[in-house]
């Protein structure tokens, strides 16, 4: 975009601004919504502000346009999909807060994670059980921790899913 473009669009937004009384007079373009939603991971506060008019104005636009309800949720996606692959960076480098941090949250179905738990019959799972659980966590944390090991020598095939490659082997063969 040209500078002189730049400085029209600018001042058009300037003027809107000094036209409102309150927030309902202000306008702005689907487009305008877009600019300002790409990039700022979301948050409304954050497109709000680039904007320079209220959290309601943004709310308004994104129950009236789908377009901007869907610009909005692309942009939670793409934040989320960011922080991620940063998680698992971090669990291929071997760190142990983000391994707990994965198992506790995806590994549920593999009886890790702090959330209370209930058999079969609707009856709650005993503390005793649980710190069974709790042994069978650390010897696989302590599995993984190996095979991260033996990557980093060297002395496996690269995998092609780094998924595969930390979390290789069944739990229950720990």
Do not use: W
Not at 38 to 45: L, P, R
Not at 57 to 83: G, M, N, P, Q, W
Not at 98 to 126: E, H, M, P
């Amino acid at each position: 975009m040209s500078l002189t473009k730049m400085k029209k669009k600018e001042a058009s937004l300037a003027e809107r601004k000094a036209m409102s009384v309150g927030d309902k007079p202000m306008s702005f373009t689907v487009a305008e919504m877009q600019e300002a939603i790409a990039g700022s991971g979301g948050f409304v506060t954050e497109v709000a502000r680039r904007l320079g008019c209220s959290r309601s104005t943004v709310y308004r636009y994104k129950k009236s346009y789908r377009e901007i309800s869907e610009a909005i949720f692309e942009e939670k996606e793409h934040l989320l999909d960011t922080a991620e692959s940063a998680l698992l960076k971090q669990i291929g480098k071997g760190n142990i807060t983000a391994i707990i941090f994965y198992l506790k949250t995806q590994g549920y179905g593999r009886a890790y994670g702090d959330r209370s738990k209930l058999d079969i019959d609707g009856n709650f799972i005993t503390k005793e059980a649980r710190k069974d659980d709790e042994k069978k966590d650390a010897e696989y944390v302590k599995k993984v921790m190996a095979e991260l090991d033996r990557l980093k020598a060297g002395s496996l095939e690269a995998v092609a899913s780094p998924e595969k490659a930390i979390l290789a082997g069944s739990r229950d063969s720990a």
